[in-house]
Every structure is written in C-alpha cells, then in structure tokens.
C-alpha cells in the first residue's frame, strides 16, 4: 500500500500562497515524492478564501488566539480548525504531514502572534489548523519545509513517516503477537533515540496481555514521541558497538579493530553514520542473524534517499 503524505499544497508548487506565489520544497517535489504519495491541502483555500487573498495573522485575544484578517476584522479561527475534521477522511490515511512554516494555519511552530492592541509580535504560535490536527492524530509525523534542510531533522522526519506507516498497515483488532513482533523491529532505533524509553516501553509490552485500542493509542503515540527527536553521535555509537557485538566470535582481531576504529571515528565525526554501517550491513550478510536482519535500525528507508550521508 502506498505511503499517503499530507502537504500544504505550496509545497508542492501549487500557486494557493496569500499573494499567489508558492513555496516549492525541492526535497519533497525532487526526492521524498518517488516513495511516497502526496495528498495537498490548503486550509485558507479548503475554507473557500481566494487567491491572492488579504493576510491572515494570529492574534491574543481574551478568549485565546484567533487567526484574524486584519484589513477587514474577520475572525476565521472556527472555520480553520474545522477544516481538519471536515478533512478527516484524508487525514486519516496520512502516516506523515510536511507543514508550511510561519503560516497562521499551517506553521508548526514560532508563528507570530500579534497582540492586537500594540501590533507587537512575539514567535511563539501554532497554526490554527496543525493545532487541530495534532489533536485529532497526537502519533502523526509532522514536520515544517524548512527544517526539512536540516540534514538530522530530515532524516528523523521520514524515519518516523515509516516507522508509523508500518504500525498503520498492522492488522486491526491487534493481537499481541503483532504488537511484540513490531516493537522488536524497533528495539535499536529506539535505543538510539530514547534510552529511558526504550526500557520502559519494552516492560510495558512485555507484561500487558490485553491489547485493546486504548493501550494500542498510547503505546503508537509514546513509540513517535521516543523517536521524535533526533539521536546523538554518542547514542549511536552505543548501537553500533552493540550490533557489532554479534560478530564477535566471527571476526578477525584486525576485522574488529577495523570496525571498532571505524565506529570511533564516527563518534569523534570522523566519518558519517553510513561509514559503520555500511561494514556492519557486510558482515550481516556474510554472517545471518535473524534478529539483526529484523531491525529497522539497519534499513529504515529507501537508501537512494541518502540521509544518513550527512549524520
């Protein structure tokens, strides 16, 4: 099954911006677009605003922040937010969403927020629309265009979009075979990403024998906070030396003192992450391990993506 992505539509070259331009995300419309596909929404368009259009701005208010169209006074808060559950239908199928930044609906975070009185404006809002959609899908990757030219924020961003699209394809009701299956798959990256978690998470699983959708929505939604930020040279380092663990009793003293200095170098920023790993994806094919091969850490995307060349 495809991987569904939402977009704002300017992202993708679509002329729907306030002044009838666009925002093009060459990554998104070059790169990410070969595997997986784009669903485009524009909320200021999908509430029936034209292009070009008077701009919209947040604003603090007595009764929280409105997104309001200074040159006529209309408050378009309700209409934005109701957007999302009017696009639920394709919210639903989304397993990521790549968010126009500084945008009064969609920008993800450090939108100016004006105080109407003074027409001074500190960053520090959320669009009406993503703070919609973060309550209706809490586990859902997001992430803004321009920190997607941030080689490690870039790289986290479509790890997650994966991880959470192979959670969505689990069969539902889940059993707990499944779920223990999926969160073996995961049990490197997490230690990459979240040490603590990765503990706490591997008891949960162990010990909870009822699977019902509660536990299963708490579970997906504490697995993409774990991951959601991106995992330190030394967090990595400590994964590598574990994988490299496993081909102990196989290499050669001068095998692992290559390795074991290729690892150091990546730490100290010598080489990139795929320096290690490229050699560790080696020996697991001169020498299978079935609980190595099952783990996304080695494999988390299509590699023509090229994003562990900058880690």
């Not at 059993?175 to 990256?189: G, S």
């Not at 939604?221 to 663990?245: C, D, F, S, Y």
């Not at 100290?268 to 080696?282: F, I, N, S």
């Amino acid at each position: 099954m495809a991987i569904k992505v939402g977009i704002s539509a300017c992202l993708l070259g679509d002329q729907v911006r306030f002044d009838g331009g666009h925002k093009r995300s060459d990554f998104c419309a070059n790169e990410l677009q070969r595997h997986v596909e784009f669903v485009k929404l524009c909320p200021e368009v999908g509430i029936g605003m034209s292009v070009p259009r008077p701009t919209i701005r947040l604003e603090q208010h007595d009764n929280g922040v409105r997104a309001v169209v200074p040159k006529t006074g209309e408050d378009v808060t309700e209409r934005l937010s109701n957007f999302a559950d009017k696009a639920q239908p394709h919210l639903k199928q989304l397993s990521g969403y790549v968010l126009c930044a500084n945008s009064p609906s969609c920008g993800m975070e450090r939108v100016k927020l004006y105080d109407p009185d003074t027409g001074y404006a500190r960053k520090e809002a959320e669009g009406i629309f993503v703070k919609r959609l973060r309550e209706l899908h809490p586990a859902l990757p997001l992430e803004e265009d321009g920190r997607l030219n941030d080689a490690p924020l870039r790289e986290n961003f479509v790890m997650r979009v994966f991880v959470y699209h192979a959670w969505q394809q689990l069969p539902k009701p889940l059993r707990k075979a499944d779920l223990l299956n999926f969160h073996t798959e995961l049990k490197l990256l997490l230690l990459a990403h979240n040490q603590a978690e990765y503990r706490r998470l591997g008891r949960l699983v162990a010990e909870q024998q009822e699977i019902d959708a509660a536990f299963a929505r708490q579970y997906i939604e504490a697995i993409m906070a774990a991951l959601g930020k991106p995992a330190t040279r030394a967090n990595h380092t400590n994964v590598l030396q574990h994988i490299q663990g496993y081909f102990g009793q196989h290499l050669s003293k001068d095998q692992k003192a290559e390795l074991s200095g290729l690892i150091l170098d990546y730490h100290d920023g010598v080489q990139p992450l795929l320096a290690p790993l490229t050699l560790l994806r080696h020996y697991l094919r001169e020498y299978p391990n079935d609980y190595l091969q099952g783990q996304r850490y080695l494999n988390p995307y299509p590699a023509d993506l090229k994003l562990r060349y900058a880690l």
